[in-house]
């Protein structure tokens, strides 16, 4: 019989999702460049064989599946171009690619416009779960042509994580709508790590707080209001033992951290739209430090003379918490209003309440707060800020006060909390309705004639510094 749906790239990604589509009783076929991995992968897989259909060709793959066809690539993410140029001339007009992979958005809108003038359709879709999720259930961020979504809905849905039965999979928009949402996603969830590492480092080298003992601490927390898989995760991480020397393992891994490259996408496309996520620039600009590690050795050398300074409250483990909670709050209003610009930008018509609602389940950021964040957004944010939502604002209205007293003890210790100090920057400066850019607009005016608005009206103005600007030009000559 012939399969609804083909698969390219058994990787990681690719061989779990195809698992996972099989299990749901879809029939798939499957395809790897090498063919000895295509192989290799049926022979393994069980009772579920009879439901996927190897194919050593692009043509075999594209011959068994039922029209229109349905074609999942996921493959290496630099590989997507090539893989989509071999297959093209094998489908048919109404047949449909699906990019699972993570791409950037620009790249999913390009192949959509250049793959719709064949008369292809084209979905860019973002997959977050890692490789368990892939396999009993991800997250599944869908943009494109909906009238294709609409024909594999039912696959995805049924392969996707639920929450409360309700699938984790959506259609966001067309073109790279999904893949914008998977890429927010995955910045949000460099915030959310870092500042759980910022939180071990306070007890860490502020508290002198054993490795296992910050990792008891994160599990008690997991049943909590910061009830998360990051959390939970950063618990066991904590309390795992090397077998080797019988350390704390975390000791023994090098603090350098990796990035694939969708934190800094999130960054970039923030700062074109005019938008500046504070927290999750700052936890890419954390994971490139980083990797900066000789420079950070020699600067502990040269400023070794450095002690911590008086004053630095002791933090009680509440404190912390508290903290972490509105700052990661503070982490997703930032998310979230960059999801709402991208969508004004690019005319998406994004359903806000609908992106925190696929991240309930599945990926990697899932936690209890998703759940209310969905209820908040789809009840309406006030000016786009989550922060501004009742509920929100309840909560950062008494966490706020922890917040100010990490980052105050943090700098008073020394230890860097870059994603906390953003946060309560981005806070601070949302609750004040006057702010200091009248001085930037003098001083813009000052130097380049830039002009002014009146606080009484009016745009246009100019101080009365001409003559000044014709004198330091002067002295500068
Ligand atoms: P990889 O990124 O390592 O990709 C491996 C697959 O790509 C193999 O099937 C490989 O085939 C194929 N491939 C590589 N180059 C080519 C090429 N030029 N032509 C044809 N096929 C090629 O695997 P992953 O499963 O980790 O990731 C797949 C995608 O999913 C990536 O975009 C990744 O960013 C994304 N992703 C990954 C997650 C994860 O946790 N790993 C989570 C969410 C998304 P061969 O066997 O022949 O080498």
């Not at 047949?95 to 003038?117: S, V, W, Y």
């Not at 009993?136 to 696959?155: L, N, Q, T, Y």
């Not at 910061?226 to 393992?249: F, H, M, R």
């Amino acid at each position: 019989s012939q399969a609804r749906i083909g698969l390219i790239g058994l990787g990681v990604m690719g061989a779990n999702l195809s698992l996972n589509i099989a299990d749901n009783g879809f029939p798939v076929a499957v395809y790897n460049r090498t063919s000895s991995v295509t192989d290799e992968f049926v022979a393994s897989s069980g009772d579920l064989a009879d439901k996927l259909s190897p194919a050593h060709t692009l043509e075999a793959l594209v011959a068994s599946l039922t029209t229109p066809r349905a074609v999942i690539i996921m493959v290496a993410a630099g590989a997507v171009d090539a893989v989509i140029d071999e297959l093209k001339p094998h489908l048919d007009k109404g047949d449909m690619i699906i990019d699972a992979g993570n791409a950037n958005f620009h790249d999913t809108r390009r192949r959509e416009a250049a793959l719709k003038n064949d008369g292809l359709n084209f979905i860019g879709m973002g997959v977050s779960g890692g490789e368990e999720g892939a396999r009993f259930g991800p997250s599944i961020m869908a943009g494109g042509d909906i009238a294709s979504f609409e024909v594999i809905r039912d696959i995805l849905e049924a392969i996707s994580a639920k929450h409360n039965g309700q699938p984790c999979a959506d259609h966001f928009g067309p073109d790279g709508a999904g893949h914008f949402v998977k890429t927010v996603h995955n910045g949000i969830e460099y915030a959310d790590m870092q500042m759980i590492a910022e939180v071990y480092g306070l007890l860490r080298d502020g508290d002198k707080r054993p490795t296992a003992e910050i990792g008891k601490l994160f599990e008690a927390w997991d049943q909590g209001p910061l009830n998360s898989y990051l959390i939970e995760i950063s618990g066991k991480v904590l309390q795992a033992v090397d077998e080797k020397t019988g350390n704390p393992l975390v000791d023994m891994i090098v603090d350098k951290a990796g990035q694939k490259g969708t934190g800094r996408w999130t960054a970039i496309e923030a700062l074109s739209l005019g938008q500046s996520p504070s927290t999750i620039e700052a936890a890419v600009a954390g994971r490139s430090w980083s990797s900066e590690k000789e420079t950070r050795e020699a600067g502990e050398a040269i400023f070794a003379d450095i002690q911590p300074q008086a004053g630095a409250e002791t933090l009680s483990d509440a404190d912390l918490e508290k903290a972490l909670l509105a700052a990661k709050i503070i982490a997703y209003d930032q998310g979230i209003k960059l999801l709402a610009a991208a969508s004004e930008e690019y005319k998406w018509d994004l359903d806000l309440a609908s992106c925190a609602e696929v991240w309930r389940a599945g990926c990697i950021i899932r936690s209890a707060l998703l759940d209310d964040m969905a209820s908040a957004v789809r009840e309406g944010l006030p000016h786009t800020q989550l922060i501004f939502a009742p509920r929100f604002a309840q909560i950062i209205r008494e966490g706020s006060s922890a917040l100010r007293r990490v980052v105050a003890s943090a700098a008073l210790r020394g230890l860097p909390t870059p994603a906390f100090s953003n946060a309560l920057a981005y806070f601070d400066t949302m609750r004040m309705g006057r702010g200091t850019t009248d001085l930037i607009q003098g001083q813009r005016d000052f130097f380049g004639a830039h002009s002014f608005e009146r606080t009484d009206g009016g745009k246009g103005h100019h101080g009365p510094w001409a003559s000044d600007v014709a004198h330091s030009a002067a002295l500068t000559d």
